[in-house]
């Protein structure tokens, strides 16, 4: 059986004998140890373990952000800055445009990605307001044949450049041609 001394330096549920002004100031738990002293006579906010559990962590995000400083300046020494962008290939423009199909560079692939996709995103707004206005059991007056995959393909990648073509059904009034 421990000794009344010591049973009563082990226990946690006796009362602290200093004000509580002096209470280590631990913002997520309440900590019923002292604060830890300056070595100039004031009081710290903490008690000693907050401390140094406070100082660590702080320790290790500087490290981090230190860490994160030497690698972006490797990156910046290792990437050569362009103070212009390549210039386009020649090949793009050898041919005039009345011979080319509208929208497509040389080798078939788009001219400008943001003009086709604004095409793309008014003929599905077309769509929609089509179907929503339709009369009731009347289908959706576009429908698109997606690509077979080749051999060559991977099954799981599409084919990237190929052009839809919407199917018109004979009960299917056509899309009128945007204009641009």
């Not at 860490?67 to 005039?96: C, D, G, H, I, V």
């Not at 393909?153 to 599409?158: I, L, N, T």
Request: with cysteine; charged share 25%; glycine share 2%.
């Amino acid at each position: 059986m421990p000794t009344e001394a010591a049973s009563s330096t082990t226990s946690s549920d006796a009362p602290a004998a200093f004000p509580p002004d002096e209470r280590c100031k631990y913002a997520y738990k309440e900590c019923k140890e002292r604060r830890s002293r300056r070595k100039n006579g004031k009081l710290h906010s903490l008690c000693d373990y907050h401390r140094k559990k406070a100082n660590s962590v702080q320790k290790s995000y500087a490290t981090k952000r230190r860490n994160m400083q030497s690698q972006q300046q490797a990156r910046a020494k290792a990437e050569p800055a362009f103070a212009t962008p390549p210039p386009a290939p020649l090949t793009a423009y050898a041919l005039p445009a009345p011979l080319l199909p509208r929208g497509y560079g040389v080798y078939h692939e788009p001219a400008n990605d943001h003009a086709l996709r604004l095409d793309e995103i008014k003929r599905r707004i077309q769509s929609a307001w089509e179907r929503r206005h339709a009369p009731p059991g009347e289908p959706s007056s576009i429908y698109y044949n997606y690509p077979s995959l080749s051999a060559s393909s991977p099954p799981h990648y599409p084919q990237v450049h190929h052009h839809y073509e919407p199917v018109l059904h004979s009960y299917m009034k056509p899309i009128a041609p945007l204009n641009h």
